[in-house]
């Protein structure tokens, strides 16, 4: 089955810098790949995706690249805030039948004032 | 707001007993998946449903298993509770069943095993 994998596990920053989270993933049938920024005690929400069709994605300080032959993606946060210091994760969805998202172990950005 | 409901929020239950957490899924969305978020962990994928069957499932048990209403609410059983099932059930409703759909979870319950 698919497997993904994280890094860092955490990120320290200051705010105005920019953050960058890699993730890899070893089915290379799979087509999409979506991030999720969770807050403490929340659910985790959508803030950006990629499917495997393109290359890179932004909206406006985050952006995702995707290089499908080395399976690897990332996201990139430019000019950070203290609200974006949360726990964020990367996924890998497989083709087939069904939706299965399989999500990377995390990583905690840390904003710092 | 995703417009996914998952009741209840918060529950203890004893080691053995059996619990049922409820999912209505967003508006439009006929497919529902369930995951198990353990703390400092992501989320793990239980099962999807799709039109009232189950068309997916990850690395639970049989003890784990599931209902879809003709509504497209769903329900996730979980028997004879052990401590490590302690964790954060995210329920996660989306479009249509196939690879790509984008996922919206619920606020999710969370599950205490004493």
């Known amino acids: 089955g698919e497997n993904v994998e994280q890094h860092p596990s955490t990120l320290s920053v200051q705010e105005g810098d920019s953050a960058v989270i890699k993730c890899t993933y070893s089915?290379?049938?799979?087509?999409?790949f979506p991030w999720y920024k969770q807050e403490l005690g929340k659910r985790p929400q959508l803030i950006i995706d990629?499917?495997?069709?393109?290359g890179e994605k932004k909206d406006q300080r985050i952006a995702v690249t995707l290089n499908k032959t080395a399976k690897h993606f990332s996201l990139h946060i430019t000019e950070t805030q203290p609200e974006d210091s949360a726990v964020y994760f990367c996924?890998?969805?497989?083709?087939?039948?069904?939706?299965?998202?399989?999500f990377g172990t995390g990583t905690k950005l840390q904003v710092i004032p | 707001e995703t417009g996914v409901t998952q009741s209840p929020t918060h529950l203890i239950k004893t080691r053995g007993q059996q619990v049922t957490l409820r999912c209505s899924s967003q508006?439009?969305?006929?497919?529902v998946s369930w995951y198990q978020q353990a703390l400092g962990q992501g989320p793990q994928f239980i099962f999807q449903?799709?039109?009232?069957?189950?068309?997916g499932r990850g690395n639970f048990p049989p003890r784990f298993s599931g209902l879809q209403f003709p509504n497209y609410s769903s329900e996730l059983n979980v028997n004879a509770l052990e401590l490590d099932d302690s964790a954060l059930y995210l329920c996660?409703?989306?479009?249509?069943?196939?690879?790509?759909?984008?996922?919206?979870f619920g606020e999710g319950s969370w599950l205490t095993v004493v």
């Open positions: 508006s439009g969305h006929n497919t």
């Open positions: 996924a890998a969805s497989s083709t087939g039948g069904y939706q299965k998202v399989t």
């Open positions: 449903y799709y039109r009232e069957e189950e068309n």
């Open positions: 990629i499917r495997s069709n393109v």
């Open positions: 089915d290379s049938a799979s087509n999409y």
């Open positions: 996660a409703s989306s479009l249509n069943r196939g690879s790509g759909n984008t996922i919206y």
